[in-house]
């Protein structure tokens, strides 16, 4: 039976305060700051967010080293991201976000290939400088076709104060000039992963802006040449985004990141508009640029047919009728497509109820896709979310909604197990511990090893992978054992 809303309110208020109980009493105050019901008339969601982990606590948050060189740096494919420091974070990092590129791997592009300066003690006592400016000799007579170096801090470079800095410059010099940028995103920076996402901002803006705007080559620039700015190509994402903003009269001049090149960062202050997929990650280097240079721009959403609609009408907006009616043109071609999608898979998935958290936009922008076919999130939230990022999700949740801010394992577990989703949308660390509860999952960080999601095209491959976890025949044959009593 439905609940009313007000007794969704109840419920769900009843959840947290169950979740709760279990803890000290000090570590339940600090955790009640996090967790809240969304009242539909406020603001925001009420809760405190980008806030440090309760120590003991499971939290699935990442560090300022992997929000830097796992998601803005790494991407880039033609340079190279030393893993400054042991070997255990490069070796973890390496090539878990499927960042599609076009190019020949080891040779002109090098996103899925680990380079690491493999720490040792002696390296902890003596400082790795040598060691650094060895490496880079190494690298650059291995690997001659590289555009650019970027070395990222691991945590022992901060605690023994290598000057990376130096031996950057130093470096650049000798090779005529090269693009090296050093990025201080030692892992124990900040309270998550966002702090590393701020950090790799900054260093774009003085390593590749400041200090590279002589290196610029020439550029013919056009009325509708626009950035793509936080899209990290997962499964192909920015190439779906990019056939419809070329479809629509636009030229992409700039990818950031995935797919992306350091000419395109380079050459990204020429832009009319930088259009912003993932505002936690690249709000910072777009404001910069608005300021800079004067590049206004504007946040899409490319989930799901009705936000592709809306998306393509406000970024058509910034520019004249010709693009306006190209985004008019765009969305009549594709609606037939997504019709048939919604009419496969809406009678298979709607009234179907889903919980999410996830990193960066996602716990937000894919609420519309999974409406468009007739589904329900009833919980959301986000591992390294700010303030702002939950005032955003306001204009996408509804009333009764269950939120959560960094939430811990046990958190999570209990109210899958209280609110019985039919769905859960969350990432590698959660996956599977939900399908031994039986509750079926699909990983939204890296779309499962599938994708693209975004634009038309991925809107048909989420709605059958949606599809495919829920309506799967395995969940009706087994069953978690704690659950064989009920």
């Known amino acids: ?26 570590t ?10 969304y009242e539909g008339d406020k603001p925001d969601c009420g809760v405190k967010s980008n806030i440090k982990s309760v120590p003991g606590v499971m939290t699935i948050r990442g560090c300022a080293y992997a929000g830097s060189k796992g998601v803005v740096w790494g991407p880039i494919k ?65 690997f001659p076709l590289n555009h650019g170096i970027t070395i990222q801090s691991e945590c022992p470079i901060g605690l023994i104060g290598d000057d990376i800095e130096a031996v950057a410059k130093k470096k650049s010099k000798e090779y005529d000039g090269k693009t090296i940028v050093p990025v201080r995103c030692e892992g124990f920076r ?22 590279g705007a002589d290196k610029v080559a020439p550029f013919e620039s056009t009325p509708y040449d626009v950035a793509i700015i936080g899209d990290y190509n997962i499964g192909g994402d920015a190439w779906s985004s990019r056939i419809l903003l070329e479809e629509m009269g636009l030229r992409v001049i700039a990818q950031w990141s995935g797919d992306g090149s350091l000419a395109e960062l380079e050459n990204t202050p020429k832009a009319k508009l930088n259009i912003l997929h993932c505002y936690r990650s690249m709000n910072y280097i777009s ?18 047919p009705s936000k592709v609609a809306e998306s393509l009408r406000t970024i058509a907006s910034h ?51 999974y409406e468009d076919l007739g589904m329900e999130v009833i919980g959301t939230g986000y591992e390294f979310g700010h303030n702002d990022d939950y005032q955003r999700t306001t204009h996408y949740v509804k009333d009764g909604t269950l939120i959560y801010d960094d939430v811990t394992g046990y ?33 939204m960080h890296s779309w499962d090893y599938s994708g693209p999601y975004h634009g038309y095209d991925g809107f048909a491959i989420f709605a059958r992978d949606m599809d495919m976890a829920i309506n799967n025949p395995v969940w009706g044959l087994t069953k978690a054992p704690w659950n064989a009593g009920r």
């Not at 400054?84 to 976000?97: E, I, L, N």
């Not at 966002?194 to 790799?200: C, E, N, T, V």
Request: hydrophobic share 40%; proline share 4%.
């Open 78 to 142: 033609d340079m190279i991201h030393i893993s400054h420091g042991p070997v255990g974070c490069g070796q973890y990092s390496w090539a878990a976000r499927r960042n599609y590129y076009i190019g020949v791997t080891g040779v002109d592009t090098f996103v899925t290939m680990q380079f690491t300066s493999d720490f040792q003690e002696k390296d902890i006592v003596f400082g790795g400088d040598k060691k650094l400016d060895k490496i880079l000799d190494e690298i650059q007579t291995l």
């Open 287 to 304: 404001r910069y640029m608005e300021e800079k240079f004067g590049i206004p721009w504007v946040e899409y959403n490319f989930f799901g």
């Open 319 to 369: 520019f004249d009728d010709r693009i306006k009616e190209g985004a008019e043109r765009v969305i009549a071609k594709y609606q037939p497509l997504m019709d048939a999608v919604i009419a496969k898979y809406k009678p298979r998935l709607e009234g179907k109820k889903v919980m999410l958290y996830v990193g960066g936009l996602r716990p937000r922008h894919v609420i519309g896709a």
């Open 1 to 26: 039976m439905d609940l009313t809303p007000d007794e969704v309110r109840a419920r769900n208020s009843e959840v947290i305060s169950e979740a709760l109980s279990v803890y000290p009493e000090k």
């Open 190 to 211: 900040g309270v998550s992963q966002s702090l590393g996402h701020h950090i790799a901002n900054d260093a774009v803006r003085d390593w590749v802006f400041e200090k």
């Open 28 to 37: 339940a105050k600090k955790r009640a700051k996090h967790l809240n019901v």
């Open 411 to 443: 958190e999570f577990e209990k109210f899958v197990d209280r609110l019985q989703p039919d769905l859960v949308g969350s990432g590698i660390k959660e996956k599977y511990v939900f399908q031994k509860m039986g509750v079926p999952f699909r990983q």
